[in-house]
T-cell receptor, first 111, second 114 residues
Framework: QKEVEQDPGPLSVPEGAIVSLNCTYS??????FMWYRQYSRKGPELLMY????GNKEDGRFTAQVDKSSKYISLFIRDSQPSDSATYLC???????????FGQGTRLTINP | EPEVTQTPSHQVTQMGQEVILRCVPI?????FYWYRQILGQKVEFLVS????????KSEIFDDQFSVERPDGSNFTLKIRSTKLEDSAMYFC????????????FGPGTRLLVL
C-alpha cells in the first residue's frame, strides 16, 4: 500500500462549483498535513496546513483531517478559473522534516 | 514578499558530468531542503540541512549527492556523476524554524541528463 494516495484526476468543474480534493494515507504516525498548489512549471505553493485532526478554514479554502479514517480533504468554495492548478497533499511525522507528497490532482475550473 | 529562488531554471548535461544546482533560501530561514520530482511522479524528499549539517536524508540521497551552504545566502545541491535517471525537476525549500508545515518552495531547476 502506498504511503500517500491521491487521485491524479484530471478534475474539471464549472466556475463557482465547490471542489473536493482528497488524500488517503497508511502511516498512522503522520501528524502534520499540508496542501500545496502547483501551477504549471512552478514550485509548490503552501496553501494550508493542519496539525492532527480537525478542520481549518482560510477564505474559500477548508482543510479537513480525519485521522481515524486516515483521510484528508481540501474544499474550495466558489471556485475560480485562477484556482486551476495541480493540488498536492503532503504530510509528515512528528519530529521529522521530510514531507511525503501525494501524486497531485490536476484541477481545471471552466469559466 | 520574500521567496526562494533557484538557478539555473533549466540545465542540460551529459551522463557522467557533475552538476551544481543553486538556491537562495528566504533570508531569515534556518532550515533548507531539496526535493525532486521526476516527470509524472510524486515530489520526493532528498535531504534537509540545518546549522551546516545534514539533519535528515532519504535513501535516494546516496554518495553521488552532496549539499553545501558555501556562504550566507546560497544553498547548493551537487550531483557528482549524473545518470539518466537523475533527470527531474529539483526543488529547493526553506523554513524559518523546525516546522514541517511551513516549508516554502522555489520554482525549481529542470535537469535533463542525456
Amino acid at each position: 500500500q502506498k504511503e500517500v494516495e491521491q487521485d491524479p484526476g484530471p478534475l474539471s468543474v464549472p466556475e463557482g462549483a465547490i471542489v473536493s480534493l482528497n488524500c488517503t494515507y497508511s502511516n498512522s504516525a503522520f501528524q502534520y498535513f499540508m496542501w500545496y498548489r502547483q501551477y504549471s512549471r512552478k514550485g509548490p505553493e503552501l496553501l494550508m496546513y493542519t496539525y492532527s485532526s480537525g478542520n481549518k478554514e482560510d477564505g474559500r479554502f477548508t482543510a479537513q483531517v480525519d485521522k481515524s479514517s486516515k483521510y484528508i480533504s481540501l474544499f474550495i468554495r466558489d471556485s475560480q478559473p485562477s484556482d486551476s492548478a495541480t493540488y498536492l497533499c503532503a504530510m509528515s511525522v512528528q519530529g521529522a522534516q521530510k514531507l511525503v507528497f501525494g501524486q497531485g490532482t490536476r484541477l481545471t475550473i471552466n469559466p | 514578499e520574500p521567496e526562494v529562488t533557484q538557478t539555473p531554471s533549466h540545465q542540460v548535461t551529459q551522463m557522467g558530468q557533475e552538476v551544481i544546482l543553486r538556491c537562495v533560501p528566504i533570508s531569515n530561514h534556518l532550515y533548507f531542503y531539496w526535493y525532486r520530482q521526476i516527470l509524472g511522479q510524486k515530489v520526493e524528499f532528498l535531504v534537509s540541512f540545518y546549522n551546516n549539517e545534514i539533519s535528515e536524508k532519504s535513501e535516494i540521497f546516496d554518495d553521488q549527492f552532496s549539499v553545501e551552504r558555501p556562504d550566507g545566502s546560497n544553498f547548493t545541491l551537487k550531483i557528482r556523476s549524473t545518470k539518466l535517471e537523475d533527470s527531474a525537476m529539483y526543488f529547493c525549500a526553506s523554513s524559518e524554524a523546525y516546522q514541517q508545515e511551513t516549508q516554502y518552495f522555489g520554482p525549481g531547476t529542470r535537469l535533463l541528463v542525456l
